[in-house]
């Protein structure tokens, strides 16, 4: 049996996958997932933050971080939970890209 944290690394992997089915081509990003955000939100974020696109830097790749916690709060149930998580990352990587996240939709 998997743990819940587990699972919801899958369903980062999954959205993941879906995207770049999307796309028609890899994401070009590391993914992770942390607890919680860091108590010092970013100028444009308002609330808690679900999670956050670090642009590439040199040597780095473009990162997305997925924070657990909020995610699993914002989410009515597991169902729902699937739908978030594809939801978070469609908006970050729309960003990075420059396109519209309703093109991922």
Avoid: C, K
Wanted: proline residues 8%; glycine residues 4%.
């Amino acid at each position: 049996m998997s743990t819940r944290s587990a699972r919801f690394d899958d369903l980062v992997l999954d959205a993941a996958e879906t995207l770049e089915r999307r796309l028609g081509h890899e994401l070009g990003l590391e993914l992770a997932v942390e607890e919680v955000p860091p108590s010092d939100p970013a100028p444009w974020e308002h609330g808690v933050a679900l999670g956050r696109l670090f642009p590439a830097e040199r040597t780095l790749p473009a990162r997305l971080v997925l924070y657990r916690r909020p995610i699993v709060h914002r989410a009515e149930d597991d169902t729902d939970l699937a739908a978030v998580v594809y939801e978070v990352m469609a908006e970050q990587v729309a960003r990075m890209f420059g396109r519209n996240p309703d093109d991922l939709a």
